[in-house]
């Protein structure tokens, strides 16, 4: 079995949980998320926590297995607190700005590159960081994956958009003394 499948998950005060078939939803204060079970894990609810159990003991249904529960566990986190990812804008002219719900970003290129939020997803700026915030912990994340894929951290000055607390291993740049300014030889 696996280890962190066979750890019960504790549910919230606010947060309810129920399990139709297949399916787990669950519901809080910030909204609902749902997940389907695949076919050889089983879900129980039982007063306040929740045991995932599988049928099985291949390595895929224990992978299943700890997938299910950390998925689960997520989900309860995303609709009591919600999740964030905090991206910084490094470089000399880059700026990054919120109309409506859309996130306008000016990172070098010769237009502003505009982002639409997914249903759920919301941005906020505060000092040059883009606070990417929602419910659903992989739909954060794959939004403030592909904001830092508009222009990643190059590695000679660090200029770009990268994770916060991210650390860029900075490469050294040419240096004209190394290479050898006398006579060619031959000539």
Known sequence: MSRIGKSPISIKPAVIVTVDANIVSVKGA????????PTDVSVRVKDQTIMVETAKSDPKTKALHGLVRAQ???MIQGVSDGWTKTLTLSGVGYRAAVTGK?????????H????VP????????SEGKIIVSGIDKQVVGQIA?????????EPYKGKGIRYEGEH???????SAKGIGTGPIPGK
């Open 30 to 37: 910030k909204g609902s998320l749902s997940f389907v079970i």
């Open 72 to 74: 689960i566990d997520n």
């Open 102 to 110: 859309d996130l306008v970003l000016t990172v070098g290129f010769s």
């Open 112 to 115: 502003p590159v505009t982002i």
């Open 118 to 125: 997914p249903d759920g997803i919301q941005f906020t700026l």
């Open 145 to 153: 994956s592909d904001i830092r894929k508009i222009k990643p951290p």
């Open 168 to 174: 860029i291993r900075k490469k050294a740049g040419k």
